[in-house]
């Protein structure tokens, strides 16, 4: 079989293609992006914060408008979150965060609710009402607790 030019280049340009499409892949599993613009930082801090994890996804109505950058312990000992958001999105100084699951067992964001307020909150913001992950183990341990107390009457 003799060595073809043209064969040579259409192998090389499918394996090319074939890295660049697995390049791409491992980005979006992964949750990296080159494209998501990010630079209004906020703050929020939270008593529970289950399973969340720096990258992960900020919503605002189910729309990915920035991520999680970073989780840390304040004075009071809570954790405080600092979120990366479009600058684009104007977030109300009354809005509040939430942490949530996506779907029964997956991954954790945090979804803002919108506020009502004019003011907007600027860099370096905080957002000042939060709510926690709800921890699987309490909800299952109140609801033995329950069952016992209703069996002791």
């Known amino acids: 079989m003799q060595r073809s030019a043209t064969r040579d280049l259409v192998v090389g340009l499918f394996v090319a293609v ?27 801090t939270f008593d529970e914060i289950g399973g969340l994890k720096t990258r992960a996804p900020v919503v605002i109505a189910g729309v990915k408008v920035g991520q999680v950058t970073a989780i840390e312990l304040d004075g009071d000992l809570r954790a405080r979150v600092t979120l990366d958001v479009d600058p684009r999105v104007e977030v109300a100084a009354d809005s509040s965060a939430a942490i949530r699951t996506s779907g029964v067992l997956g991954d954790q964001y945090v979804a803002i609710e919108p506020g009502a307020e004019t003011e907007r909150l600027g860099p370096e913001g905080t957002i000042l009402y939060t709510s926690g992950a709800i921890s699987l183990e309490k909800v299952i341990g109140g609801f033995v607790a329950g069952l016992d107390e209703e069996e002791d009457q």
């Open 18 to 44: 074939g890295l660049a499409a697995l390049a791409y892949l491992s980005f979006q599993v992964g949750g990296l992006s080159w494209n998501t613009p990010g630079g209004l930082t906020l703050y929020a």
